[in-house]
């Protein structure tokens, strides 16, 4: 089993619409939780960051965890043409020292979003 | 601010040379660095952290002498790829996390390095 499982897409989505993005992960000391976009040829860029159970809004980006399902989803409403990339979900789990690095990000492997003008 | 660079942006080299690669933190002082390997329609993989003044700690499976990192300061970080095959032709990307904000759950990345083998 993936540590950190996402539909690979395509997903298409028209403009307006709202975009529904989901992950699952299997480590159940995962701590904090992200969403990156990529672009094509581009490195990642952190849309939203979650680290308690609940809802967590930031404009048109809503992002939801829910620990007991080991679940993490991103929203996006009224989709807009450069919304189009993939979508990358991130879980970190921490332990010891952060001054020594102890930390680690697990990425899935992408959902690709299209969003369809 | 929480700006990282990468250089070079992109390099071609040949079979059996090696390449470096640099990671810096523009506006912030950085602890701990680490370094990704993402290839083609893959997601990131995490290769090593680096933390300034000691050894790089390695993934299972990366080769540590194959992929040299030195955290000299406590704004760069590098990668040296020996002994290149076109194997190791991928997106090479580095991340940073800021000194002073140890409960930052954040880790910028910088814009990556594009390695091509031939």
Redesign the interface.
């Known amino acids: 089993q993936k540590e950190v499982e996402q539909n690979s897409g395509p997903l298409s989505v028209p403009e307006g619409a709202i975009a529904s993005l989901n992950c699952t992960y299997s480590d159940r000391v995962s701590q904090?939780f992200?969403w990156y976009r990529q672009y094509s040829?581009?490195?990642?860029?952190?849309i939203m960051?979650i680290?308690s159970n609940g809802d967590k809004e930031d404009g048109r980006f809503t992002a939801q965890l829910n620990k007991a399902s080991q679940y993490v989803s991103l929203l996006i409403r009224d989709s807009q043409p450069s919304d189009s990339a993939t979508y990358?979900c991130a879980v970190?789990v921490i332990w010891g020292d952060?001054?020594?690095?102890n930390?680690?990000?697990?990425?899935?492997?992408?959902t690709r979003l299209t969003i369809i003008p | 601010g929480a700006v990282v660079s990468q250089h070079p942006s992109w390099v071609i080299c040949k079979s059996g040379t090696s390449v470096k690669i640099e990671c810096r933190s523009l506006d912030f002082q950085a602890?701990?660095m680490?370094w990704y390997r993402q290839f083609p329609k893959?997601?990131?993989?995490?290769m090593a952290?680096?933390?300034e003044g000691?050894k790089a700690?390695y993934e299972q499976g990366v080769e540590k002498d194959k992929f040299l990192i030195n955290h000299a300061s406590l704004t760069l970080s590098t990668l040296t790829v020996t002994s290149a095959h076109p194997e190791d032709s991928s997106f090479y990307?580095c991340?940073a996390?800021e000194v002073r904000d140890?409960l930052s759950?954040?880790?910028y990345?910088?814009?990556?390095t594009?390695l091509t083998v031939t």
């Open positions: 904090s992200f040829g581009k490195s990642p860029e952190l960051s680290y990358l970190r952060l001054n020594f690095g930390e680690k990000l697990t990425f899935g492997t992408g | 602890t701990t680490f893959q997601s990131l993989m995490l952290t680096s933390n000691s700690t990307i991340s996390r140890l759950y954040e880790q990345f910088g814009p990556g594009r």
